[in-house]
């Protein structure tokens, strides 16, 4: 199995089994975000303790890779205080942006699996829509945008 193998079986399986989905009870911020090309939509509730994401949840529908990429989202920036998350955002952003197919990203863990979006630019929405309504979550926005 060579590493975009891997990477495809990480997006079907967050896909398929999304981690932390739903609504995080008691929260203490929260954002929604939309993909104005499909209309597909997520909505974020997080709880802070101490400027650290204590616990985050997601709802919505959207496309597999929106779903995979707001589920790995949320593992990944479990635990993070805010500057952390902001910071994971701005790497993950630009690997999906990026149009050096030789830049690695293995520091980004799972999240490194969404990579192959760069190639499919209309795509790269679809991805980074959860970060986006995290970013607004974290700044105090209710509403996100990928435009
Ligand atoms: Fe709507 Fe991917 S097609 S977020």
Partial sequence: MDLRDLYQEVILDHN??????GEVEGSDAEASGHN?????????TLKMQDDRVVDIAFEGQGCA?????ASLMT?????????EAEALFRTFQSMVTNTD???QFDDLGELAALAGVREHPVR????????HTLHAALT????????
């Fill in 124 to 131: 790269i929405k679809c991805a980074t829509l959860a970060w």
């Fill in 16 to 21: 398929r089994y999304p981690r932390n989905r």
């Fill in 140 to 147: 105090g926005d209710r509403e996100a945008s990928t435009e």
């Fill in 36 to 44: 104005p090309l499909c209309g597909d939509a997520v909505r974020i």
């Fill in 101 to 103: 197919p030789e830049e």
């Fill in 65 to 69: 890779i929106s779903t995979a990429s």
């Fill in 75 to 83: 593992e990944a920036v479990k635990g993070k205080t805010r500057d």
